[in-house]
């Protein structure tokens, strides 16, 4: 993987000035279309060797370009607020819009690393983050993102050369800690995982660039010359972004008896009055206690509410509020993506809302908007919903891995209830908002917004985070199954051994040593 930034590349100082002028002219200009059009985002992953010259690189960025439209963003140890949050959440939250470039010194790549380096992580578990590295990058290049991900290589000695050059001027001094020598001790083993972890993430949608970092002046070209690059041809190709995979298939289903997971739930399922205040109660006071319970301080509620319109969403989700402390738990009202939010992921509106450990927080409507609406609609094109479940399901695995209790709904009532719901709106002055010529002309494609329920549940609901089917002809029936699941979910979870991440299992070296003593 580093043969070629081993062979000791040099460029003259005449050589330099001759090229840079020219370079910076054409990245500057480049850099201007690209804040026009907002046709992508660029992320540049900056990573490599201590001394290998990652901070003069970014720094040499923001002189070339115009620093108004780059961000850095450096990661060392998360915050209390990151660890109470799956591992990925600190970088979805600062991917950069449409139009700037985000330069990430640290990225999702650092903690693996060093888990590995550090004897923390096995090489099975290295693969495993890797893979699923690999999928989050194919989504962030399927949404239109540019991502180059550069790796600054130096060899041991001119590592070690570099480290005493530093030590040595009073300007750099302070940058060359015991900690960066004490590094250098591992570098054969950083070496041999920096390496493994290059070849299996160097994806054709977002490879690596290794860059030899022994001559800065080589270094500082080779990095503004593949950045250029890359900014040309993505500025210059077709609108229309390419994905990565091949282009998806349609759903392979022929539904032959016209049955499906919807057309066979009993709707006619319903609670009397008394019935309904009784079990109400209990539950309610069921999920206020698990709520309190002290080991919820380890995890965290994503309540997701999906259904057919007028389906009884909203009272569900006062009747949950209703057991809570307005303190622990959020709403979140899903509706067409603003100006902000279509310049990102289509997941990114959805990232910054995970809760904290010991939150809840309620989705009304959600991520699954893209595999229902903007399906149904044509709002994207197939191949961008039919891979939206795999994206999904990453996501929900993430939350998790890092114990997150997801609950999902999907609430189902019959089309002719559904109609009685909509004329009654109508008729009360303080529902008449809830009724809207969407509403109505979406009644129109009721059988394809039907099957694509169906194609969502079958494709996303997993044994970490299932779906549940509720039957809501009856509000009453409707919202006592949505809080007795939810309390059943909340008491299996807490009842579980607490999750240990792989990260955190003792390196064999200290298993042996324990066994010796």
Not at 163 to 172: F, G, N, R, S, V
Not at 329 to 358: D, K, N, S
Not at 368 to 384: K, T
């Amino acid at each position: 993987m580093f043969e070629s930034a081993e062979i000791g590349h040099k460029i003259g100082k005449q050589a330099y000035k001759q090229a840079l002028p020219e370079l910076r002219e054409a990245l500057l200009q480049a850099q201007i279309e690209l804040v026009q059009r907002k046709k992508t985002s660029v992320l540049l992953l900056i990573s490599g060797q201590d001394g290998a010259g990652k901070g003069e690189t970014i720094n040499l960025l923001y002189e070339w370009m115009d620093p108004r439209f780059i961000s850095t963003m450096a990661f060392s140890e998360p915050s209390e607020e990151e660890r109470d949050r799956p591992p990925m959440w600190r970088y979805w939250r600062t991917l950069p819009p449409k139009g700037r470039m985000g330069v990430f010194a640290g990225s999702w790549y650092s903690d693996p690393m060093r888990d590995r380096i550090e004897g923390r992580l096995p090489v099975k578990a290295l693969d495993a983050r890797a893979e699923q590295i690999n999928r989050f990058e194919a989504m962030l290049v399927n949404e239109g993102a540019l991502l180059l991900k550069f790796w600054l290589h130096l060899t041991k000695a001119a590592q070690r050369k570099r480290l005493k050059a530093l030590e040595a001027d009073p300007h750099t001094a302070w940058r060359v800690t015991q900690w960066n020598w004490d590094r250098l001790k591992s570098f054969d083993v950083a070496q041999e995982t920096a390496g493994h972890m290059l070849r299996i993430t160097n994806t054709p949608w977002a490879p690596w660039a290794v860059v030899e970092a022994s001559d800065d002046r080589y270094r500082e070209l080779t990095v503004g010359r593949i950045l250029l690059d890359a900014l040309r041809s993505k500025l210059d190709s077709a609108e229309q972004a390419q994905t990565p995979v091949a282009p998806a298939l349609p759903l392979l289903r022929v539904n032959v008896d016209k049955r499906n997971l919807l057309t066979e739930l009993d709707l006619s399922l319903a609670l009397g009055a008394r019935a309904y205040q009784r079990e109400l109660a209990r539950w309610q006071g069921r999920l206020a206690e698990l709520a309190r319970d002290p080991r919820f301080k380890d995890h965290a509620v994503v309540c997701a509410f999906e259904g057919a319109d007028a389906a009884g969403k909203g009272g569900a989700t006062r009747r949950i509020c209703a057991a809570l402390d307005a303190r622990q738990y959020q709403v979140i009202p899903v509706a067409a993506p603003t100006e902000e939010e279509r310049v990102q992921p289509h997941l990114w509106r959805f990232w910054r809302h995970v809760p904290r450990r010991g939150q809840i927080t309620i989705f009304d409507r959600t991520w699954y908007g893209r595999v229902l609406v903007e399906r149904v609609e044509g709002y994207c094109a197939p191949d961008d919903w039919l891979r939206a479940y795999t994206e999904i399901n990453d996501f929900e695995h993430e939350l998790t891995e890092a114990g997150v209790i997801v609950v999902k709904f999907w609430l189902q009532t019959s089309r002719e209830e559904q109609l009685e719901r909509f004329r009654a709106r109508e008729q009360v002055a303080h529902k008449r908002f809830k009724i809207t010529e969407d509403d109505w002309r979406n009644r129109d494609k009721w059988d394809a917004y039907q099957q694509a329920v169906c194609d969502m549940v079958d494709r996303t609901s997993t044994g970490e985070a299932p779906w549940t089917l509720v039957e809501s002809n009856d509000k009453p029936f409707a919202r006592v199954k949505i809080l007795r699941t939810l309390c059943e979910r909340l008491e299996a979870a807490l009842a579980a051994p607490p999750r240990r991440p792989l990260a955190d299992k003792p390196p064999a070296a200290a298993k042996k040593k324990a066994r010796a003593g």
